[in-house]
């Protein structure tokens, strides 16, 4: 499987390792209430989706990169390939832009 990195262009899916689901990237408050209960669930509660999914996969064999893969879990066609920075950096400007 190749994996269009968005700086370095294919890449072996070999030179990476997954992490899991990317809503890993969204760490939970350590200053709520909850937050015992919120790391416990962040920790240890995945889905197993068959199609489309959102992962976190490390360029471990090359430049060290995290990137987020969307790909259908059943063919392993690979939708869309993002740098994590990039994600986390969307995702934070659109929690700030919501008033939390």
Same mark, same amino acid.
């Given at each position: 499987?190749?994996?269009?990195?968005?700086?370095?262009?294919?890449?072996?899916?070999?030179?990476?390792?997954?992490?899991?689901?990317?809503?890993?990237? =969204?760490?939970?408050?350590?200053?709520?209430?909850?937050?015992?209960?919120?790391?416990?669930?962040?920790?240890?509660?995945?889905? =197993?989706?068959?199609?489309?999914?959102?992962?976190?996969?490390?360029?471990?064999?090359?430049?060290?990169?995290?990137?987020?893969?969307?790909?259908?879990?059943?063919?392993?066609?690979?939708?869309?390939?993002?740098?994590?920075?990039?994600?986390?950096?969307?995702?934070?400007?659109?929690?700030?832009?919501?008033?939390?």
């Amino acid at each position: 499987m190749l994996i269009p990195h968005p700086i370095l262009g294919p890449r072996d899916a070999q030179e990476f390792v997954i992490l899991g689901d990317a809503s890993l990237i =969204n760490r939970p408050d350590w200053t709520a209430a909850d937050a015992l209960d919120r790391f416990s669930d962040y920790q240890y509660l995945r889905d =197993n989706p068959a199609g489309t999914h959102r992962e976190l996969w490390y360029h471990e064999g090359g430049d060290r990169s995290w990137l987020v893969v969307t790909r259908d879990t059943v063919t392993h066609e690979i939708i869309k390939v993002e740098l994590a920075s990039t994600v986390a950096k969307k995702s934070s400007t659109r929690k700030l832009g919501s008033g939390q």
